[in-house]
């Protein structure tokens, strides 16, 4: 979660919610550890009566909701501001904020974005863009606005923006409120600002996003809220003495005066607990919040901790996803191991290119794409927006393609490819080995993209690179840290007699994207008994609540001969934690519950989001008892219902291909899916691309 700021003009309040009196906390959140649970929340303000209350509530009407005006005399071509992306085109709404309404989903705001190239200079176009309100002040004597502002890029920014009023329709504007980026940073700040000197009549209020060069930031604004109210009289709430937290409806303690954090400890991990707060005042007690719940969890997580496929024949390929989750407050390596795994890395290397002499090695540029993968080290090759850590093993050198450096060019995108030399395909198992850096932030192309996505793709070639089979392009290493892949390759090569390797970096077209690296790249010759792969098998998952805090890994079993059937044992290890997983291959294999942490009911993180065609959802059930496992649409409607039906306790998995009850395709967007049980109930959400 991002830090909350709060900044006030003329009294110190945060952002009102409510204008009513024994004024509730709202917004609850609970961030859940090892046998804790820590709470944090908003307090509502009441100025007196609401005369203008815009929460954008619904993104396809959010434009809407107020009056936009650019100023289209200073640029030729002109882009950006309210409700404007970049390149012109209009923007639905802002998102990440918080619901309009306390326990809601909604998370959008307005948006004003920087601007793009003005044609006509070759320059990127100035503006100024304002979002105005209006609200009539007449027979008040003080005044008030509240609203929520955040930023993208602050440090892009190269001017401030403005909260202006104007008591002359728009002829004049007053400047009340100067919003400075660099101040605001990537953060919340829930800003009060008092206009008591312009009550008595009618006002027009705008929030004006100005820059003269043009390229900056992006500026969120949300529930902005005008009042009407008293001279001397201020926040109406009531003499505030503290707040009261409840745990499953039963009073457990109270803060000191007015911190709005709390932190529940000695809890049972994987059991569910709720709570609410309420505000107290001298008046009496405030309604409470709406419920949150949680389930506190051990630092490190490992789930199933058995794998079981079917028998394999000679050339069958099966893949399960094993999920790691890290609930700590900083990030843990993790490495998985295994016999098996242990004999694929000493196997005889066909192919090797480690970089380290400064060169490509065994791979080579394709020409003719625009830009080419280079060689080099952290320090020469990182950027303002991706620093290449130095890769796992402590060399120097890699291959890298740094997208950042190069910036957005949509006349040459980036598409550069990596390709191996010929590799020798033998009658044992051919498996990719390499180590990857693809920080992917922003996630992957498609028509549905966020700015600055890009891919990574490994493909392979049984035609001297004529053409390629794409093997995987749903990796993502996290921010900022190196992870280790390995693939079987057989299922693509057990025909011929040479193959190739290649690793392709697009940029989605044009994007400003990151970038990526690769290092310790080998294509290795298993032997006949050679059957696991385990991608990614040393990564890093990210601190609780961060980009990649649950790291989905594929683990793939291959029929090296008819009637496969093994057992082997997988050890994931991460500092302290280490966690022991059952692999078998045509015989069920199980744990010693003693050994583990009994499973508890949970939903997880669907892989891959966003996703085409298809997505696994994986869910854990604690205790026999009825499923339901559902997806709705942002206006909460079911459209699909994936499991409805009595269930043992254990850990499952449902895929999910994108298609309504009805079988028919769904559009492309936002989804939330839902399971619940009658002691358990989770949402989270996924996203759908074409």
């Known amino acids: 979660m991002k830090t909350l700021k709060y900044y006030c003009i003329g009294i110190i309040t945060i952002s ?20 804790k649970i820590e709470l944090s929340w908003l307090q509502t303000d009441s100025y007196g009566d609401v005369l203008f209350d815009e929460c954008f509530l619904s993104c396809s009407l959010a434009v809407e909701a107020m009056e936009v005006v650019h100023d289209t005399t200073i640029c030729g071509e002109c882009s950006g501001g309210w409700f404007r992306y970049s390149d012109g085109t209009d923007a639905d709404c802002g998102s990440g904020m918080y619901p309009c309404d306390d326990g809601g989903e909604d998370d959008f705001s307005a948006y004003a974005s920087y601007s793009g190239t003005d044609s006509t200079t070759d320059a990127y176009a100035p503006v100024d863009s304002r979002l105005i309100g209006s609200a009539d ?33 728009g002829e004049t504007w007053d400047s009340v409120y100067v919003s400075i980026p660099d101040s605001v940073g990537d953060d919340y700040w829930f800003n009060t600002v008092e206009i008591s000197e312009y009550a008595g009549g009618e006002i027009m209020f705008a929030f004006r996003y100005y820059c003269t060069l043009g390229y900056g930031e992006a500026w969120f604004i949300d529930d902005i809220k005008v009042y009407g109210g008293e001279t001397g009289q201020g926040n109406v709430c009531g003499e505030f003495f503290h707040y009261n937290i409840y745990q499953d409806g039963v009073q457990i303690g109270t803060t000191e005066y007015d911190e709005t954090d709390y932190t529940v400890e000695g809890l049972e991990n994987g059991v ?52 790691i989750e890290n609930f700590d407050t900083t990030d843990a390596d993790f490495t998985i191991s295994s016999i098996e795994l242990s004999n694929l890395e000493a196997a005889f290397d066909l192919v090797l290119s480690q970089f380290e002499d400064g060169t490509l090695g065994d791979f080579t540029n394709v020409p003719d794409l625009g830009e080419e993968w280079t060689v080099g080290d952290s320090a020469e090759n990182s950027s303002t927006y991706l620093p290449f850590p130095s ?33 020798f395909s033998g009658n044992d198992p051919s498996f990719l080995v390499f180590d990857l850096y693809f920080p992917n932030p922003a996630g992957p192309c498609g028509p549905d993209q966020a700015s600055y996505a890009d891919d990574f793709k490994v493909k392979v070639s049984i035609d001297d690179g004529e053409t390629w089979i794409l093997i995987d392009s749903t990796m993502a290493t996290g921010v900022w840290y190196w992870a280790s892949y390995m693939y079987n390759l057989e299922p693509y090569i057990s025909e011929v007699n040479s193959f190739r390797v290649g690793f392709q970096y697009t940029d989605c077209g044009g994007e400003w994207g990151y970038g990526v690296a690769i290092d310790n ?66 015989v069920e294999v199980s744990l010693d519950e003693s050994k583990i942490t009994p499973i508890q009911f949970a939903l997880h993180q669907n892989y891959p989001n966003p996703f085409n065609p298809e997505t696994n959802i994986q869910f854990d059930i604690a205790e026999n008892s009825r499923v339901q496992v559902s997806v709705f649409n942002l206006v909460g409607q079911q459209v699909a219902s994936l499991i409805n039906k009595q269930m043992d306790a254990g850990v499952y998995h449902v895929r999910w291909s994108g298609l309504n009850d009805k079988g028919e395709p769904l559009p492309s967007g936002m989804y939330f899916y839902e399971m619940k049980t009658d002691h358990y109930h989770s949402v989270k959400k996924l996203v759908l691309v074409k």
């Open 16 to 35: 009102t919610l409510f204008g009513q009196d024994l004024c509730p906390p709202s917004n609850v959140e609970a961030y859940f550890y090892d046998e």
């Open 137 to 169: 002040l007449t027979g008040y004597t003080a005044a008030y606005i509240t609203f929520t502002e955040a930023y993208n890029y602050p440090g892009d920014a190269t001017h401030n923006n403005y909260l202006e009023v104007s008591s002359d329709g």
């Open 272 to 323: 569910e607990y709720c709570f609410e707060v309420t505000a107290v005042y001298g008046e009496g007690e405030s309604v409470a919040t709406a419920p949150v719940c949680a389930s506190p969890m051990g630092p490190f997580q490992v789930n199933p901790h058995v794998i079981n496929f079917d028998e394999l024949m000679a050339g069958d390929y099966q893949e399960q996803i094993m999920n």
């Open 391 to 423: 890769p796992p093993d402590g060399s120097q050198n890699f291959a890298l393609y740094n997208d950042d450096a190069a910036g957005d060019d949509p006349f040459n995108p980036a598409t550069p490819m990596l390709v191996s030399n010929p590799a």
């Open 521 to 586: 790249m080998a294509i290795k010759m298993g032997d006949s008994f050679t059957w696991l792969t385990v991608s990614p098998y040393r990564g890093n998952v990210s601190a609780f609540d961060g980009y990649n805090d649950s790291i989905a890994v594929k683990i793939g079993a291959y029929g090296v001969y008819d009637n496969l059937s093994i057992e082997d044992e997988l050890v994931v290890e991460s500092g302290e934690n280490i966690v022991s997983v059952e692999i078998g291959v045509g």
